[in-house]
């Protein structure tokens, strides 16, 4: 590549914290309790959509019988039970964001609402390791929209084009890509990247213990 990097940016779910199994669990048992109707490619398709987005996607497209706003209040408060029981870290992912922290600031370009956000931080003990945190709750539009990732860059103060992104999903991916970032890929074994994903990462690893300081300077 020869680009130079700045910083790194990290997505939690999937990538920090092992969510998305968490988020599919209780959004489709949501579904169920509330009149709608889950569908095969449910959790992909929810898999990098803001807390709007997916609450008006469960809303108005799969039958439940809330609003947006309450299924967005119910379902949030559900995370945010089990993030105080547990959260689920993935294996070494908080050891590998201090070791690059080291080297980088870092940044977070979450999919979570800001107070999930917040709960994995403090629980995994890494809100001080983020130079810069946001949610697309607080942005126009969720992955693959590049809106998180841009303001993300410009609160670290940092041109996209010179930060390394560390992505699981696919709509991640791509959401990275259209930033102008390079993307290293860690996909989730339960949700592989679609092809057109796969193709634009510079790089897809094993495991988040791969993402050496090697890899993110490319």
Same mark, same amino acid.
């Given at each position: ?156 103060? *940092?041109? +996209? ?22 993307? *290293? ?9 679609? +092809? ?16 050496? +300081?090697?890899? *993110?300077?490319?």
């Amino acid at each position: 590549m020869g680009a130079v990097t700045d910083a790194v940016i990290f997505d939690l779910d999937g990538v920090i914290v092992d969510s998305e199994p968490v988020w599919e669990e209780v959004r489709r048992a949501y579904v169920a309790a509330h009149g709608g109707t889950w569908r095969p490619d449910t959790q992909r398709r929810l898999m990098g959509m803001s807390t709007g987005e997916w609450s008006r996607h469960l809303s108005d497209d799969l039958g439940v019988d809330r609003t947006a706003e309450q299924v967005a209040a119910e379902v949030v408060e559900e995370m945010t039970r089990r993030y105080a029981e547990r959260v689920p870290l993935i294996d070494g992912a908080d050891d590998v964001a201090r070791r690059l922290a080291g080297r980088w600031p870092l940044g977070l370009a979450s999919s979570s609402p800001t107070r999930l956000i917040a709960a994995a931080l403090a629980a995994t003990g890494l809100t001080d390791t983020f130079g810069a945190t946001l949610s697309t709750e607080e942005t126009a539009h969720g992955k693959p929209a590049p809106d998180v990732y841009l303001a993300v860059a410009a609160r670290l103060g *940092v041109e +996209p084009a010179r930060c390394v992104a560390v992505e699981d999903s696919s709509n991640g991916v791509r959401s990275a890509a259209a930033a102008g970032m390079r993307v *290293v890929a860690v996909p989730h074994g339960a949700y592989p990247l679609d +092809p057109d994903a796969e193709r634009l990462a510079a790089v897809v690893l094993p495991s988040i213990g791969a993402l050496t +300081p090697e890899v *993110v300077a490319g």
